[in-house]
């Protein structure tokens, strides 16, 4: 498995369910949950590096899950994923500093690139917090 | 030009022409009227004096003549003036003053000459039956008529009788004919003006410029003359119009007449006149140009007006179709998406699985890999589908930029400054310096800004005025835009933000305005809204979010 923890946050049970196991078959170590409100949930029991975020779902819908998630845990990657693109969502999603704005469908090859990526990212970020803990 | 513009047209002419053109001539008409009424009476006036200065004038030199042979006639004896020599000597004495005597005669009571002195071989007539002899003899004093006499040449005499020392005898006197028509033509004025005398039989007794010789028939109804002084218009025999006055002589027999073309006499008044129907004519010319003129600019405002007008309509009316399709294609594209990523991801677990070494020995295994990878193929073109339906849907979202809706303001109205300025309308901008910008899309609200406006101007009529003002209120930036139009009626404002509603002459408006520009409003986050009562003008309210924008 790999090194680091993806969270899929999806209403879609078909699509999720699918994702997760391609996911892990691929060594990614990979979680589904099927709402905004069970993603924050999963987020306060465990840490996951990259969440896959779908923004149109029932009940707390994917803008305000990212809102939740970048207040309690700043450093988790996000990456949105949604049938619909509306420029609304997608600026308002990068303006609260998702990594990505993805339109399904999306191959599983590019997902997995992206997800790479923003683990990257979310590593930098942390060694120069941590670096900065340690300085302080 | 159609129809509508074709009427206005001729309607706004006449109305514009009948305004300016019947008042102006009525003035002329009446000016004109009496310039000729004035001029005729002075004319009139004028041959009236002349009339009776130069009967005077006649009247004096016949009198005096009278008064001569009378003073001769009762002085003297019949045996002095039977002697030719006397007679002669008297004779040339008479007319050492004044020229005015041919010849002078003595007539016994029987009508012989016993003595004649003058050019004509008379002496041996006898008068007994001469008119002016019988009306001497019972008269005294007797001016003819002209007449031929014996000598048959046209003249009149002046016969006076002597009386009572029991002779009685006629002194008759020959009046030179050039003399007393030289003092009858000096009444005579211009190049067409006559002067004549007429007897009561109707003969020229002075030979008349234009009517003939003396004797003839002068062509004037005398039954008609008013006794005195008088002056009339009539048509002379050669068809011309004069103005003729008449003046009876003294002693009733004879009528002085003189006629005047009104033509010449009244040609430099009638210059004044003529030249007052030219200025007349010249200005109402001026004016149906002028009128021709404007009407046609301002149809041609009018039409240009109602086409932009129409082509903003129009306008509008495309873009919210597409901002309602593009919405639909979104909403499509989503609903798509969703089941085409859960096939794909599907179908991709399968080929995941099912190895192409672990498929070769399934029967027809090369049929599931090869199906799995069509699955994955018509997935690929259904997303190329969707995801064109998506772009298209996100160009139609609304273009969020920083808006200086102040600056957005003035714009708008320089648009349609003139078409204010054309109806006349005052325009009062009434801007807020401390409004911030705000995050917007410039384009679509200045769509609405226009057609809150434009509807403004079109309420408020000629001579109205409208007022906008903008300012911050609460968490909104409030534009409102008020008009001195007749206003809303309640049951009015309950419709007019439904589409294809207007109160307009129909093909004025597509009813779709205010409509879009409410849907418009409500996809930039704020609203459109009426404020207005009844019967006090309408107050649209534009409020946006003052959403402030993005640091660059």
């Given at each position: 498995m790999s090194a680091f923890k993806v969270l899929i946050v999806d209403d879609e049970v078909d699509f999720l369910e699918s994702l997760v196991r391609r996911l892990k078959r691929r060594m990614v170590d990979a979680t589904g949950v099927t709402s905004g409100e069970a993603a924050l949930k999963y987020l306060a029991a465990q840490p996951a590096d990259v969440v896959v975020l779908d923004v149109k779902m029932p009940g707390?819908?994917?803008?305000?899950?990212?809102?939740?998630?970048?207040?309690?845990?700043?450093?988790?990657?996000?990456?949105l994923l949604t049938g619909h693109a509306?420029?609304?969502?997608?600026?308002?999603?990068?303006?609260?500093e998702a990594f990505d704005y993805l339109i399904k469908p999306v191959k599983l090859d590019e997902l997995i690139e992206r997800i790479m990526e923003a683990f990257d990212r979310r590593k930098v970020v942390g060694e120069i917090s941590s670096a900065e803990r340690d300085a302080g | 030009m159609n129809r509508p513009y074709a009427n206005l047209s001729r309607r706004m002419t006449a109305m514009a022409l009948l305004v300016a053109l019947i008042p102006l001539n009525g003035l002329g008409l009446s000016l004109y009227y009496y310039f000729n009424y004035a001029n005729n009476e002075t004319l009139k006036e004028e041959l009236r004096i002349r009339a009776l200065n130069r009967a005077s004038a006649i009247e004096l030199f016949l009198a005096e003549r009278t008064a001569l042979l009378e003073v001769l006639a009762h002085s003297a004896r019949l045996t002095q003036l039977s002697n030719e020599a006397t007679l002669s000597r008297l004779l040339s004495v008479m007319n050492r003053r004044s020229w005015s005597f041919v010849d002078l005669g003595i007539i016994d009571a029987g009508g012989d000459h016993r003595a004649y002195v003058?050019?004509?071989?008379?002496?041996?007539?006898?008068?007994?039956e001469a008119p002016w002899f019988q009306q001497a003899m019972l008269k005294?004093?007797?001016?003819?008529?002209?007449f031929l006499g014996y000598r048959q040449v046209p003249h009149f005499v002046i016969a006076v009788k002597h009386g009572g020392d029991g002779q009685e005898w006629v002194l008759r006197a020959t009046i030179d004919s050039d003399v007393f028509n030289r003092l009858v033509r000096t009444a005579q004025v211009g190049k067409t003006g006559d002067a004549y005398i007429v007897d009561k039989q109707g003969r020229l007794q002075t030979p008349s410029r234009l009517g003939g010789k003396v004797m003839d028939r002068a062509g004037v109804d005398l039954r008609a003359v008013p006794p005195g002084i008088s002056v009339k218009e009539r048509v002379n025999r050669h068809g011309d119009e004069v103005i003729s006055a008449y003046a009876w002589l003294d002693h009733g027999d004879w009528l002085l007449v003189i006629d005047q073309n009104p033509k010449e006499m009244l040609g430099p008044l009638n210059l004044a006149r003529n030249?007052?129907?030219?200025?007349?004519?010249?200005?109402?010319?001026?004016?149906?140009?002028?009128?021709?003129?404007?009407?046609?600019?301002?149809?041609?405002?009018?039409?240009?007006?109602?086409?932009?007008r129409a082509a903003l309509d129009a306008q509008l009316a495309h873009s919210a179709r597409l901002v309602s399709l593009g919405r639909m294609a979104a909403g499509v594209a989503h609903e798509i998406n969703n089941p085409l990523a859960a096939v794909s991801e599907l179908a991709g677990e399968v080929q995941d699985i099912l190895v192409p070494e672990q498929a070769a020995t399934l029967e027809e295994g090369d049929v599931i890999i090869d199906n799995l990878v069509r699955i994955q193929n018509q997935v690929e073109r259904a997303r190329g589908v969707t995801h064109r339906m998506l772009k298209f849907a996100r160009r139609m979202e609304p273009h969020l930029e920083s808006t200086d809706?102040?600056?957005?303001?003035?714009?708008?109205?320089?648009?349609?400054?003139k078409e204010a300025?054309?109806?006349?309308?005052?325009?009062?901008?009434?801007?807020?310096?401390?409004?911030?910008?705000?995050?917007?899309?410039?384009?679509?609200?200045?769509?609405?800004?226009?057609?809150?406006?434009?509807n403004a101007l079109d309420a408020a009529g000629q001579g109205g005025w409208v007022r906008v003002n903008s300012k911050v209120e609460g968490s909104n930036l409030a534009v409102r835009v008020s008009d001195s139009g007749p206003g809303i009626s309640r049951d009015l404002a309950e419709r007019i933000f439904d589409p294809f509603f207007t109160t307009k002459e129909p093909g004025q408006g597509t009813g779709l305005g205010l409509s879009i520009s409410h849907s418009i409003m409500q996809r930039l986050g704020g609203s459109l809204e009426l404020e207005s009562q009844a019967g006090m003008g309408a107050v649209f309210v534009i409020r946006l979010p003052n959403v402030a924008p993005e640091a660059p």
């Open positions: 707390m819908n994917g803008i305000d899950t990212l809102r939740e998630i970048k207040k309690s845990h700043p450093q988790v990657e996000v990456i509306s420029v609304e969502s997608g600026v308002e999603g990068l303006t609260l | 003058g050019p004509y071989l008379l002496k041996q007539q006898n008068y007994r005294g004093v007797y001016i003819s008529d002209v030249v007052e129907l030219a200025v007349l004519g010249l200005a109402s010319l001026f004016i149906i140009a002028a009128v021709l003129m404007l009407v046609r600019l301002f149809i041609r405002r009018l039409q240009a007006n109602d086409a932009e809706v102040n600056e957005l303001l003035r714009e708008t109205y320089s648009f349609v400054e300025l054309f109806n006349n309308v005052q325009v009062k901008l009434d801007l807020d310096p401390g409004l911030p910008l705000v995050q917007s899309d410039r384009a679509q609200l200045q769509q609405v800004l226009l057609n809150i406006i434009n």
